[in-house]
């Protein structure tokens, strides 16, 4: 049986990884921590990607081995409590190493849930 609830906060995760790879595209680090309203807009996406995660239920997130979902949650508390403690390199660094296996993950729960 199908978990709604696991596909629902899984789907949030897939369109909230599109939009930072939508807004990001061709873009390299210097550009990134240059246009602060992108950075805003990732940093917003990264707070619902964290918020999702967090409701994922444990079977959902034993689908996905390799993806360390307390980090993306940990990520959202921080950017929802100390932004301006915030490196926009590790975003970029998130971006750049995470975001395809979060993917990727978000949609094998959309499968199998």
Same mark, same amino acid.
């Given at each position: 049986?199908?978990?709604? =609830? ?24 210097? +550009?990134? *921590?240059?246009?602060? &309203?992108?950075? $805003?807009? *990732?940093?917003?996406?990264? &707070?619902? !990607? /964290? =918020?999702? #995660? ?12 390799? !993806? =360390?979902?307390? $980090? #993306? ?8 409590? /100390? ?6 390199? !590790? ?8 975001? $395809?296996?979060?993917?990727? +993950? ?8």
């Amino acid at each position: 049986m199908r978990n709604a =609830e696991d596909v629902l906060h899984a789907s949030r995760i897939r369109d909230a990884v599109l939009r930072i790879r939508d807004y990001t595209q061709g873009m390299d680090q210097a +550009a990134f *921590v240059s246009q602060s &309203l992108i950075s $805003d807009a *990732v940093s917003m996406n990264f &707070l619902a !990607i /964290g =918020e999702n #995660a967090s409701k994922l239920s444990a079977a959902a997130r034993a689908l996905t081995s390799g !993806i =360390e979902w307390r $980090d #993306a949650i940990n990520l959202r508390h921080r950017i929802a409590h /100390g932004y301006e403690d915030l490196s926009l390199s !590790i975003l970029w660094s998130i971006v750049v190493v995470e975001l $395809d296996p979060l993917r990727a +993950a978000a949609e094998r729960i959309m499968a199998r849930s």
